[in-house]
């Protein structure tokens, strides 16, 4: 954790408080997309039940994390029930991309982060199955007019006013993302790549779920590294 002197003794001297919620304004310093724990209605049991975020998202942690003991045991089982319900939300949102719900749609029945990365790990499958088809130029524009449509539809729902702002934030961030999917693409279509192997390709970060490892990794060029699944909001 990057804390400051002041702010480890600041942390260390509320460790023992009775009350975890004093411990707060600690989490916020060492997670930096953490605004808040929320604990069940029984205070004295120090039972963490979600993270709240800055945007107001909430992320259930499941049964049995407690706020108890040693400051830096806790913290560090808070950090290990985070990426546990980061993983489990990331794999529902690949696993239920393109299933049902429109895009949109789909994307706000999800944790911002997840969503984003989910709409990655399928953008690269759909990239390289029309990279590898038996006309990829034509693929690729074909893949990069769906991508335009998806960026008019997140737009329009960003110009209403009927989400919350954690939606905004999610709508917005998957926007982004999705602006540089589709000026990858047009890169691709203008560099007439025909090859998976191609570097233009390779030399991008690809999010591919690993279907053996059960598990989602990065990848660039020869380099291959496991998500870390850190809060990011």
């Keep these: 954790y990057l804390l400051a002197d002041s702010e480890l003794l600041d942390a260390l001297a509320l460790a023992g408080a009775a009350e975890p919620a004093s411990m707060q304004g600690a989490v916020r310093q060492c997670f930096a997309s953490v ?6 209605d029984n205070m004295a049991a120090s039972i963490v039940q ?26 560090g089982l808070l950090e290990d029930h985070v990426r546990k319900a980061l993983y489990k939300a990331m794999k529902v949102a690949v696993a239920e ?8 749609q789909w994307a706000l029945q999800h944790p911002a982060q997840c969503a984003a990365t989910a709409a990655q790990v399928a953008w690269v499958a759909a990239t390289e199955g029309a990279i590898a088809s038996d006309d990829a130029h034509l693929a690729m524009r074909a893949l990069s007019h769906q991508k335009v449509q998806q960026l008019v539809l ?8 009927s ?32 090859a998976p192997s191609a570097f233009a390709w390779r030399a991008q970060l690809r999010f591919v779920w690993d279907l053996e490892a059960d598990d989602l990794v990065a990848r660039q060029a020869d380099a291959e590294i496991a998500y870390g699944y850190e809060y990011v909001g």
Aim: proline fraction near 1%; glycine fraction near 8%; hydrophobic fraction near 45%.
């Design 163 to 194: 989400l919350t702002r954690a939606q905004r934030h999610a709508v917005t961030r998957l926007l982004t993302a999705d602006v540089h999917c589709r000026d990858v693409l047009e890169s691709l279509v203008a560099a007439r790549v025909s």
């Design 50 to 75: 979600a993270l709240v975020s800055r945007e107001g998202e909430r992320i259930a942690l499941g049964p049995n994390l407690k706020a108890r003991g040693a400051l830096e045991d806790w913290l």
């Design 97 to 104: 991309y393109g299933a049902s719900a429109a895009y949109h």
């Design 35 to 40: 605004d808040a724990l929320e604990f069940g």
């Design 154 to 161: 997140l737009t329009q729902l960003l110009h209403g006013d």
